[in-house]
């Protein structure tokens, strides 16, 4: 079976699926809606499985074949040249009506809203990760469907984390405690995520239980914390996370800083090779330690 | 039935009035949606929304609810003695409510309320309550409640239904409830003819463009549905997250858990999902819902099948959209809904069967 998208039944929607038969093949489309990670359906599989990959899907690949969560030989990588996703929440929070439908071409986003047409640029809604994404270009492939594009050049990837780690601990403290205030502890975050694929998560462990069920913020937090440092040295920044929250949070500003003191301290970004092991599974003398005080 | 007037200048002095004898309750923007909260004294509901993004159902039934404390402290004479959690149970007002989410308190209030069963917790804060619906005379392109049996300006599970006529609110007064609240605010201006409503409401019935077929819900075989072979399409995007469930303002699933810190313990009524794989768990730890096709499956068929044959008052779902535009995968309920309303097993399926 090939896994790709097919055409969702809203604006800026598009839904995973799965291809058996060649007469489906027209069913799957590419456009600036499939900001979800395909590599979150590979997990465990046995069979033979071609797969729509773009810059952070073939990313999340490698890092599913390092944790032998899938086999190289199974699959057949059809990657796709990534020009960014558009970010739906911020284009939603633009217009006052109902958006009624998106096109795109050629770098621009039409958007209608009260039968009124709207233009706007692509790079100006673009998802946040998407805007300093640094490897658009899959980075393993079997086929590709396109010319690699021109990666971004000179993007500041580490902007917002910077200003979190300039707070104080009482502002990082309220600043962490709005941004989860909204949380339902749906999970979309974690099952959205191509990482998040241990068979039980620790906040479902029931024997014994580990984390309170209910929304005591203790709780909430708990989720989050573990969960981001449990993707430490493995988070591409593919952005699903973010994008599957019903309520809008950015948990992604947990990832990055874990993805910046993995480039930081260790030279590290994840998902790039399948020659060399992540460096939280691996231990060299010359590893920094100087966090041991 | 009675049609008051209120001029919408005249609105906010009635909340004012309405304030000293009931806590109230609306819409209110955070961020870029709107939720329901209680409304401080001269806080006005924001009632230019379309719908929250949550439903409502938080109010009768948080997604954390102590219900009953206790001590653990056997010094203390009551240690080991549970005891109810103090609610405010005095009355309160819900103001501006969709009918589609009125219609959902009612159909939830068949599962918390039944001769044999009461959930307290529901039961006393629906007592309390006095919803003000307010027509939708923007529906989205998501909504679909004209095919659940429900509309933009349905009645039920409202006490009091507010039409918005530019300068004025009609206000229908449905419940003795409607009528005591009216006559607290002080709106006692009668309206003219209800034929002024009845132009709204078919302007707004036909703003909702998508209509959902599940008229052979209840003919179809259970089994052959349960069987059928678009479950593993349907599923194969869904993460299995609560999304679902926990905007749905019919989904009634709780879980029961002690949280105890030092000596002080409590019990708490936690919604849980049928999207999780712990809703299911044995303690043995054998999972009779152990894929998550059989899990959304679950969700599917309590909504449009096994609700529809236990009751007989259509299916579990008022059309309000909220799971259709804010799943993550965009799996579709119209869509499934229409699957499984046209099914027709394949003949090699019921040669199994026998």
Redesign the interface.
């Known amino acids: 079976m090939v896994i790709g998208f097919r055409k969702?039944?809203?604006p800026m929607?598009?839904?995973?699926?799965?291809i058996k038969n060649a007469e489906d093949a027209a069913q799957l489309v590419w456009d600036s809606n499939c900001g979800?990670n395909l590599a979150?359906?590979l997990a465990n599989r046995k069979e033979k499985i071609g797969i729509i990959a773009k810059g952070c899907d073939s990313r999340n690949i490698v890092t599913h074949i390092i944790e032998n969560k899938i086999g190289r030989e199974q699959l057949v990588i059809i990657g796709v040249p990534c020009q960014g996703m558009i970010d739906k929440?911020k284009i939603?929070?633009m217009f006052d009506g109902?958006i009624?439908d998106v096109a795109e071409n050629d770098g621009k986003i039409t958007v209608t809203v009260n039968d009124k047409k709207n233009e706007l640029d692509k790079a100006d809604v673009l998802q946040k990760n998407c805007a300093v994404c640094a490897h658009r270009n899959p980075v393993i492939f079997d086929e590709m469907v396109a010319d690699p594009i021109e990666e971004q050049k000179g993007v500041d990837r580490y902007e917002d984390v910077r200003e979190i780690e300039a707070m104080s601990s009482e502002e990082k403290w309220n600043y962490f405690e709005e941004l989860l205030s909204?949380c339902?502890?749906?999970?979309?975050c974690?099952?959205?995520c191509p990482l998040c694929y241990c068979p039980?998560c620790f906040v479902?462990e029931?024997?014994p239980q580990w984390v309170?069920?209910?929304?005591?913020p203790s709780d909430v937090r708990t989720f989050h914390f573990l969960r981001a440092f449990h993707c430490g040295g493995r988070c591409t920044d593919c952005g699903a996370c973010e994008?599957?929250?019903?309520?809008?949070i950015n948990m992604r500003v947990f990832t990055k800083k874990l993805e910046k003191d993995s480039f930081e301290q260790f030279g590290w970004e994840a998902g790039l090779t399948l020659d060399e092991r992540p460096p939280l599974d691996t231990y060299r003398p010359d590893d920094p330690d100087d966090f041991i005080r | 039935m009675t049609l008051v007037k209120i001029d919408k200048k005249q609105w906010a002095k009635g909340l004012e009035t309405l304030q000293k004898a009931y806590r109230l309750f609306g819409p209110s923007k955070?961020?870029?949606?709107f939720s329901f909260k209680t409304l401080e004294a001269g806080e006005q509901p924001e009632l230019g929304f379309?719908n929250s993004?949550?439903s409502p159902k938080a109010l009768l039934f948080p997604?954390?609810e102590a219900i009953i404390e206790y001590s653990l402290d056997e010094n203390a004479a009551d240690h080991h003695i549970m005891k109810p959690v103090e609610k405010d149970s005095s009355p309160r007002v819900v103001l501006g409510i969709r009918p589609c989410d009125a219609k959902a308190v009612n159909l939830v209030n068949m599962n918390f309320d039944t001769p044999e069963y009461q959930d307290p917790y529901w039961v006393e804060a629906l007592a309390a309550t006095t919803f003000v619906g307010l027509a939708c005379d923007e529906p989205?392109?998501?909504c679909f409640c004209t095919s659940t049996g429900c509309g933009p300006y349905n009645e039920e599970g409202l006490d009091l239904l507010l039409i918005d006529a530019d300068d004025n609110y009609l206000a229908k007064v449905l419940t003795d409830k409607g009528q005591a609240l009216v006559e607290a605010a002080g709106w006692n201006t009668p309206a003219g003819k209800a034929a002024e409503i009845e132009a709204r409401k078919a302007a707004a019935e036909a703003k909702i463009t998508t209509t959902v077929a599940m008229d052979n819900l209840k003919n179809q075989d259970l089994m052959e549905l349960h069987g059928a072979s678009f479950w593993e399409?349907i599923a194969?995007?869904c993460?299995?997250?609560?999304?679902c469930t926990?905007?749905c303002p019919t989904c009634w699933c709780f879980?029961l858990?002690d949280?105890v810190h030092g000596k002080a313990g409590k019990r708490?009524k936690?919604w849980d999902?049928c999207m999780?794989?712990?809703f299911t768990?044995h303690?043995t730890g054998h999972n009779p819902r152990g894929t998550k096709t059989q899990r959304l499956r679950q969700r599917f068929m309590h909504k449009l099948k096994y609700f529809v044959d236990k009751y007989d008052k259509g299916i579990m779902c008022v059309g309000c959209g909220r799971c259709?535009?804010?799943c993550?995968?965009?799996?579709?309920i119209?869509?499934v809904c229409d699957l499984m309303n046209s099914y027709k097993a394949a003949e090699t399926a019921c040669a199994v069967q026998e």
């Open positions: 969702g039944s809203m929607m598009n839904e995973p699926c799965f979800i979150n359906y929440y939603n929070a109902e009624q909204p339902i502890r749906c999970y979309a974690r099952n959205a039980t479902d029931a024997k309170g069920k209910g929304q005591d994008r599957a929250c019903p309520v809008g | 955070e961020k870029d949606y379309s993004r949550l997604q954390s989205r392109s998501t399409d194969f995007a993460v299995n997250c609560g999304t926990f905007t879980d858990q949280e708490m936690n999902s999780f794989p712990l768990q303690t259709v535009s804010q993550p995968v965009n799996i579709d119209r869509k």
